[in-house]
């Protein structure tokens, strides 16, 4: 194995250009392991730091881990009770490093001093959330109210379409009233119309009784009409027969006539 490469006399303490304000969690480790450095740790350390300063640019840290923040936000993930601050996807640690070994309102830690690095601070829960849009940019709230609008105006549409109709139905001149007083003429209306309409089923009861009556008479009067005819007949019958036995007797009596003027002539 070739031997390791010693370190830059710049960065002989690799953990001097690390702001303690940017990462508190990650310096506090560091601090607690050098308080009591095991040589194996202290060289995966080392080795860390070398890595970061010395083989990535700070501008690609920074913009890498920029880029992880907005990967978040556009996926609408926040920081739950359990997530590290420093922990990205891949499970790397994402440090802001100062090109200038200086921190926003940090102090430089010269070499062989211990950093006492303040706990982090308590994460703030229940915060204003941020209004989501979808894919298209369209806001959900706004494209809800819009639809409850639009069915409100198709059901307003459909009762004045009903409404309207129904004028027509009523007579001359309800159109011209309001919602309410044509509501009130149309109840009258109806009440009126139901009580002709029984009006008139009872006459028809009435009529359809005296027609089943008279239906009745009608059939007593043919039946008597068939037994007059039918006896009208038998007369007829009767009267012929008669006649026939008037001529046949007067026959005979001329024929008596005859004989007895012949027999008168043959005695004379």
């Not at 095991?38 to 990535?56: K, M, V, W």
């Not at 819009?146 to 105006?153: A, L, T, Y």
């Amino acid at each position: 194995m070739p031997p390791r490469p010693s370190p830059s006399p710049a960065l002989a303490d690799p953990f001097s250009a690390l702001d303690p304000s940017l990462h508190p969690a990650t310096l506090h480790s560091i601090a607690t392991s050098r308080r009591s450095p095991s040589p194996p740790d202290t060289t995966r350390l080392t080795d860390f730091a070398q890595h970061i300063l010395g083989e990535t640019g700070f501008g690609e840290l920074l913009e890498a881990a920029r880029e992880e923040e907005n990967q978040r936000e556009i996926a609408g993930v926040g920081d739950g009770p359990g997530e590290d601050h420093g922990l990205g996807h891949g499970g790397g640690i994402d440090v802001d490093v100062d090109v200038d070994g200086e921190g926003e309102g940090g102090e430089f830690v010269p070499e062989g001093e211990d950093v006492d690095v303040p706990p982090p601070p308590p994460r703030a829960y229940g915060g204003r959330k941020r209004r989501r849009e979808d894919v298209e940019g369209v806001d959900p709230v706004r494209s809800k109210k819009d639809s409850h609008k639009e069915v409100e105006r198709r059901r307003r549409d459909n009762i004045n379409d009903g409404l309207t109709e129904l004028a027509s139905l009523l007579p001359e001149g309800a159109a011209k009233r309001g919602k309410s007083e044509l509501l009130r003429h149309a109840t009258r209306h109806l009440a009126e119309v139901n009580a002709k309409a029984y009006e008139y089923d009872r006459d028809m009861a009435k009529r359809d009784a005296e027609k089943a009556e008279l239906q009745a008479e009608l059939e007593h009067t043919r039946a008597s009409v068939s037994d007059e005819r039918k006896r009208s007949i038998r007369f007829e019958t009767s009267w012929r027969e008669a006649e026939n036995r008037a001529a046949q007797s007067q026959f005979e009596l001329q024929r008596v006539k005859q004989e007895l003027e012949d027999l008168r002539k043959s005695l004379g």
